[in-house]
Structure formats: C-alpha cells, structure tokens
C-alpha cells in the first residue's frame, strides 16, 4: 500500500491507545506522547476511535502514514512503546528516548524509500544498442536509453521500429561520442525511449 514519505506524510505518527478500557492511564499517556511529538514538530495524530485494531492500521496504512505508534498497559507498566514502521519492523522502546527514537525511525523511513524507488527505477532501465528485429522483442515497461541523434523522420524510424516514444534528451549527455541507433554517425545525444499510456 501507499506509505508516504515522512517528509509530505500530513501525519507522519499515528498513536493508537490499545486496550485502554483495562487502564485508565492508556488514554492520558497516549495523548502526552503526540503531545511531545507536536513540541518536537513532528505531525502526530492520536486515533482513540472504539474500533478493533486491525481495522484503524488498515485505516492509517491506506491514508500512507509512514509510522504507527501503540501504547497498552503492558507498555505502562514497563514505561514503554510498541512503534511499527511502514516499512517493515516493530519494536517495543524506552518511553524516556520517544522524540529520537522516533525522529531517527522518520529518517529512517525516508532513506528506505529513496533506496526502493532508486532499485526500482534501475530495475526498469536498459541501454539499447541496436533495432529490435521487431518491437515485441522489447520487454515490457522499461525505459531505454538509446544514443539517438537524428531528424524527425529518423525519430519517426525509431519510433515505429520499437512501438515507444522518444522522451527527450537527457540533461546529461554521454562523456564519449556513441554511434546513433538510427543515422549511425557519432553523438552524444543520450535519450530516453519508453512506452507511453
């Protein structure tokens, strides 16, 4: 599902009293905690709603808040906090390090993200050296960075010869010159070709 960046998150903490009707001080604690939170300025929403746990996390998990915090006696009596990243993992904290403790698991959030989307973006390009035999050969969503440096009617032949659009040039062009895919003279033109919806 969506998990948003903590730095656009509207919310980047969602705190969830769990079992509050076993202790009274649940409540209270958890609002002290999105308290300390705000005075730290992270955004922090408290979600005391009478419904069943499972139902709030999938609440928060489609509205893409990086960080879930629970608090139950249990974590009361050990003067704790239960903390579930987006991301992966839950762990159980000391109360007394939350405004770190949750500061670093944000920053934290933000590198896996950057780190996903970068691995994906990688996993989606490839260099094109030569003309398909026919487009289907071409696999389906990527991105090719081709040496490309004709006319129109050249962009047409590449266009048509492998079913994608040109992109545009890149802002960094090659280093050393490259044959173009098309006019066979040396370029350092580097474009993008991918399939456009």
Not at 39 to 49: E, F, Q, V
Request: charged letters at 30%.
């Amino acid at each position: 599902g969506l998990i948003m960046p903590p730095s656009i998150a509207p919310i980047q903490v969602v705190v969830m009293p769990v079992a509050a009707h076993l202790d009274e001080a649940v409540e209270p604690q958890a609002s002290t905690i999105v308290e300390r939170l705000k005075k730290s300025g992270i955004r922090a929403r408290l979600d005391s709603r009478d419904m069943r746990p499972g139902a709030k996390h999938y609440d928060w998990e489609i509205k893409g808040v990086p960080l879930r915090i629970e608090i139950g006696p249990r974590d009361l009596s050990s003067d704790s906090f239960v903390m579930t990243l987006r991301t992966g993992g839950k762990d159980s904290h000391p109360i007394d390090v939350l405004e770190e403790t949750v500061s670093k698991s944000l920053k934290g959030v933000s590198t896996e993200l950057r780190a996903r989307s970068s691995n994906l973006m990688e996993s989606k390009m490839a260099v094109l050296q030569s003309l398909p035999q026919k487009p289907s050969d071409l696999d389906e969503g990527m991105v090719y960075e081709v040496a490309f440096d004709g006319n129109d009617a050249d962009a047409e032949k590449l266009e048509k010869s492998t079913n994608l659009t040109l992109l545009g040039d890149l802002l960094e062009p090659y280093e050393a010159p490259r044959i173009c895919i098309i006019t066979g003279k040396a370029t350092l033109r580097r474009q993008h070709l991918a399939r456009m919806y």
